[in-house]
């Protein structure tokens, strides 16, 4: 099991910045995936950006050139930086850990972009 700890959600202005951080706990693998997916009510959870062990980059086309994923392998952390949010940028966020067998979400952390 992996356990999944996510801080840096809340309220910022359009064009703001949020950092998202999250970290693993747990039966940590020697290869695995982490990343950041987001949520709007009633719709489904969608990919923003992932990275693997390798450091192999994914991010939607919706945040390229805006956000940046990093990760600490000996923290087993991953976190999302978020520069020049939009308003269509509000949503849940989940970090997602996923060893190729198992796939482990995190409680979610609200982000919401309003003036």
């Known amino acids: 099991q992996v356990q999944l700890v996510e801080s840096g959600g809340g309220l910022v202005q359009p064009g703001g910045s949020l950092r998202l951080s999250c970290a693993a706990s747990?039966?940590?693998?020697?290869?695995?995936?982490m990343g950041w997916h987001r949520q709007v009510p009633g719709k489904q959870r969608d990919l923003v950006a992932r990275i693997t062990s390798g450091g192999r980059i994914i991010y939607a086309d919706s945040v390229k050139g805006r956000f940046t994923i990093s990760r600490d392998n000996a923290k087993n952390t991953v976190s999302l930086q978020m520069n020049s949010l939009k308003p269509e940028d509000t949503a849940v966020y989940y970090c997602?850990?996923?060893?190729?067998?198992?796939?482990?979400w995190g409680q979610g952390t609200q982000v919401t972009v309003s003036s």
């Open positions: 747990g039966s940590i693998d020697s290869i695995y995936t």
């Open positions: 997602n850990y996923n060893n190729y067998a198992h796939n482990y």
